[in-house]
């Protein structure tokens, strides 16, 4: 008699990293850099880390970029550069302010580097001032001029007068940016941080990311500007903004960020957390996604202090590895606490000057400048006033704008499919590939699943078996139980059901007189836990949700099938649900759709839909799964093979 399984998986779910089933991953976990043994190894990671970056930015699909009305006036005159004021908008109605650092004295035609300078969380941002703290940096020696009391302008200047054109644009809710708060939301049925916002996985990080982007618009097209140079640099959130920004767009040719990448801390607030952002991968993992591009990163006295040990030679090695090893060094200036003080930014002119060629005699140091007034450094005035919308009002109108938009796209694509075979291609890479970061695991990462027999039982006309199957490249078990009959085809029918559905399944009796083995998957696993001050980007940004554990239990039992002894080889699987359990079954039959003994699916949808979710914490809350067109995609994508 041949053997086969009932799979019951009563999941032992276990995170990632060797952490214990009750202990989430969360920003301040430990994330080391996912090791590669190949620059092709490599090349697929990232593109798998890039996905996964705009999946959770909210910016896959890219938003269409309208124009951006800029507008540049206000000219303020330095003997050797000179300073204006910039605003644009980056999505209709919502506007980017900043200010422009230019060198003056520049030869006609002469084409020169762009720098984007994000200023990260120092209090009242683009306008920070060290005020009374100061006098402590200056007997630290970590600034030496009077004007380092302003130590973001500094950077600007200096870079300016390095012959560089500099644009220092504000975060959400900081200086002129205020048309959103920067940690709040207006908390509206539709606001951002609720469930609404982010089920489209619309989030804070994804403005502001988006904000970047059309920032890098607005540089490149500049007179002068040469496109082959150009550079960002932060430090703090502004060194996130630094390194996601090099994630998703290629064109900066040069990234610096400042005390920020490391394998510790990963980013304390909403807008440097995100649902899938950092799932199996880690700051030092996204800011890899640089290279082969100059990067230059440096350590302080906080959460990078341990950047030379952890970090710094997984990094060396990758850029070994890619050939181009010059391309990266680590600063670690550990006796300063967390800065981009006058030591740091000198380590940044240094490595701007090398790889742009400037032809600086090196170490460059600042010299001493005449700081901006708030009133020089102000966007809006009487001639140029602030905009009118801002608050409640207009957060929803952006997030509307966001989502038709994307809704737009997402018809539009579907529309051409037919017996269009690259819009159906496209579809499965825009809309499948949504899925497949969501889900968070491939097949081919699934890896060995061993099995222990616990229990074994003749009932009937039935054979009734019992153990465990584990994925030990997950450190996670699933308890299995399995039913076949003496006349077993060779051929599985795998189901997820809810605990009460397990001894009801329609049409049990039938499948097994048959000759099908049935495999049934439920289990007990809790509401998530949510720890999380304002955004579910605090739990899914570390962590897969409770959905994407039940495909990762499907494709454990699918792995531990194909690996059983061959006298108990399976021709076909066929995958089966109701409800929760049919969006289980077309998911897991999506990634395995290059499978050949994948079978048909068998669901029953009944009032099954993501949308009517309406709490962080209810198990079946999906981040982003209504952007991408909620179960009736999964029927699509089934159907696309």
């Not at 520049?106 to 084409?111: E, F, I, T």
């Not at 012959?163 to 002129?176: I, K, L, N, Q, S």
């Not at 017996?419 to 890479?429: K, P, S």
């Not at 001050?533 to 554990?549: D, Q």
Request: hydrophobic share 40%.
């Amino acid at each position: 008699m041949k053997h086969w399984l009932l799979l019951i998986p009563i999941a032992l779910h276990v995170a990632p990293l060797g952490a214990a089933d009750s202990e989430l991953r969360s920003k301040d976990s430990y994330h080391p850099f996912r090791q590669v043994d190949s620059a092709e190894a490599w090349e697929t990671r990232a593109a798998s880390l890039r996905r996964q970056v705009l999946v959770a930015t909210g910016l896959w699909p890219m938003p269409t970029r309208h124009p951006l009305h800029a507008v540049v006036h206000g000219l303020v005159d330095r003997d050797d550069y000179t300073v204006e004021k910039v605003s644009f908008e980056s999505f209709p109605g919502h506007y980017v302010s900043g200010s422009l650092y230019r060198p003056k004295n520049l030869k006609r035609g002469q084409k020169i580097p762009g720098i984007l300078s994000p200023h990260g969380h120092w209090t009242n941002g683009r306008y920070h001032d060290h005020g009374t703290k100061f006098a402590k940096e200056l007997e630290t020696g970590g600034e030496q001029f009077p004007s380092g009391r302003h130590p973001l302008q500094a950077r600007c200047v200096q870079l300016a007068r390095m012959g560089c054109v500099v644009f220092h644009y504000d975060m959400v809710g900081y200086a002129d940016s205020i048309q959103l708060d920067h940690r709040k939301s207006s908390m509206t049925e539709n606001g951002l941080f609720s469930v609404t916002a982010e089920l489209r996985q619309q989030n804070l990080m994804g403005i502001q990311t988006f904000n970047s982007i059309r920032a890098l618009d607005f540089l490149e097209g500049l007179p002068g500007i040469d496109q082959d140079r150009i550079g960002v640099t932060g430090a703090s959130g502004g060194g996130t903004q630094t390194f996601i920004l090099g994630a998703v767009d290629d064109r900066p040719d040069l990234l610096f960020p400042a005390v920020m990448v490391s394998t510790a801390m990963q980013g304390g607030c909403v807008c440097e957390n995100a649902n899938y952002l950092r799932v199996g991968a880690g700051n030092i993992d996204l800011a890899a996604l640089t290279a082969p591009r100059p990067l230059g990163i440096t350590g302080a006295d906080d959460w990078t202090i341990e950047i030379e040990t952890k970090g710094k030679p997984e990094l060396e090695q990758l850029y070994s590895m890619l050939g181009k090893r010059s391309h990266f060094d680590v600063f670690p200036f550990l006796r300063f606490k967390h800065n981009f003080n006058a030591v740091s930014r000198q380590a940044m002119y240094g490595f701007v000057n090398t790889h742009f060629k400037l032809g600086h005699e090196l170490p460059i140091r600042e010299q001493p400048f005449t700081p901006l007034s708030k009133r020089e450094m102000g966007v809006w005035t009487t001639a140029h006033p602030a905009p009118s919308e801002r608050g409640a009002s207009h957060e929803e109108a952006l997030l509307k704008w966001w989502a038709t938009d994307s809704d737009l796209q997402l018809a539009t694509l579907r529309s051409r499919m037919g017996d269009n075979a690259q819009a159906a291609a496209d579809y499965v890479n825009l809309v499948g590939g949504a899925w497949e970061t969501m889900i968070g695991r491939s097949w081919d990462e699934v890896g060995p699943v061993s099995h222990e027999l616990t229990l074994k039982e003749e009932v009937t006309d039935y054979l009734l078996m019992e153990g465990t199957m584990e994925s030990k490249a997950h450190n996670e078990s699933v308890q299995v139980r399995y039913i076949y009959s003496e006349g077993w085809n060779g051929e599985v029918i795998l189901r997820w059901a809810s605990a009460d559905e397990v001894e009801t399944f329609p049409n049990s009796a039938t499948l097994i007189q048959d000759g099908f083995a049935l495999v049934t998957i439920t289990d007990d696993v809790s509401k998530a836990a949510m720890n999380q001050p304002e955004a579910s980007g605090y739990t899914f940004g570390y962590n897969a949700t409770t959905f994407a554990r039940r495909v990762h239990d499907m494709l454990t039992v699918v792995k531990g099938m194909r690996e059983m002894s061959d006298d108990w080889e399976v021709s076909k699987v066929h995958l089966q649900g109701n409800e929760g359990g049919a969006a289980i079954a077309l998911a897991t039959r999506f990634l395995l759709r290059a499978q050949p003994f994948i079978g048909e699916s068998n669901v029953s949808l009944g009032g099954m839909r993501f949308a009517n979710v309406t709490r962080l914490d209810d198990p079946w809350f999906v981040p982003g799964v209504v952007k991408y067109g909620d179960i009736e995609s999964l029927i699509l994508l089934n159907q696309s093979f």
